[in-house]
């Protein structure tokens, strides 16, 4: 894991320096708009961000605003960033696989029926907001569609959980396993 030092503050930019080709994800929250977990769009919105995550399977761009500077940190087992602009964190350690676990979490199953039909979004929610991942679902006999979030989980020398890094989300078919390899 690593914190940034550079003077770039905006993420996509600090996103397209570091991350591998690919496709990517994102999500974020402000003190009045939630973006939920979606495919990473050409622009951001402007928003004076709480917490904003990109990520794909390489790496994830970490941005949170704890305190009057944003705090960015780039958690990976791959990328090697740039020196001059990313320093290792004082928390960090040398990631070794034993320390990384592959994991699932499933975001959505099967659409209600009265979604009518294959859909990105779960319609019978009791939320203010519809929840839409971008990938599409088509109601099953058995109810075995998922959208499921990929992840890795970080453990230390003592084998306490760290972090979780966001990998990716797809859809999935059958029963869902939580550690993956």
């Not at 009045?32 to 961000?49: F, G």
């Not at 949170?64 to 020196?83: D, R």
């Not at 990938?135 to 099953?140: D, F, G, H, K, W």
């Amino acid at each position: 894991m690593y914190r940034y030092i550079g003077s770039e503050t905006a993420p996509l930019q600090l996103w397209h320096s570091v991350s591998q080709s690919g496709e990517a994800w994102w999500f974020g929250w402000s003190e009045t708009a939630m973006h939920l977990p979606q495919k990473l769009p050409a622009t951001l919105p402007q928003e004076d961000w709480e917490r904003l995550s990109i990520f794909n399977e390489h790496a994830e761009l970490r941005l949170l605003n704890l305190s009057a500077e944003p705090t960015i940190l780039l958690l990976t087992e791959q990328v090697q960033p740039s020196p001059d602009q990313w320093q290792p964190c004082a928390e960090s350690y040398e990631v070794d696989r034993d320390e990384v676990n592959r994991a699932q979490h499933i975001l959505l199953g099967d659409p209600p029926k009265s979604a009518g039909g294959e859909t990105t979004q779960l319609a019978d929610v009791a939320f203010p907001r519809m929840f839409d991942y971008g990938v599409s679902l088509q109601p099953s006999q058995q109810n075995t569609h998922k959208v499921v979030l990929k992840v890795r989980y970080y453990y230390d020398a003592a084998h306490r959980l760290r972090y979780v890094r966001y990998v990716g989300i797809s859809k999935i078919v059958g029963e869902v396993s939580n550690h993956v390899r």
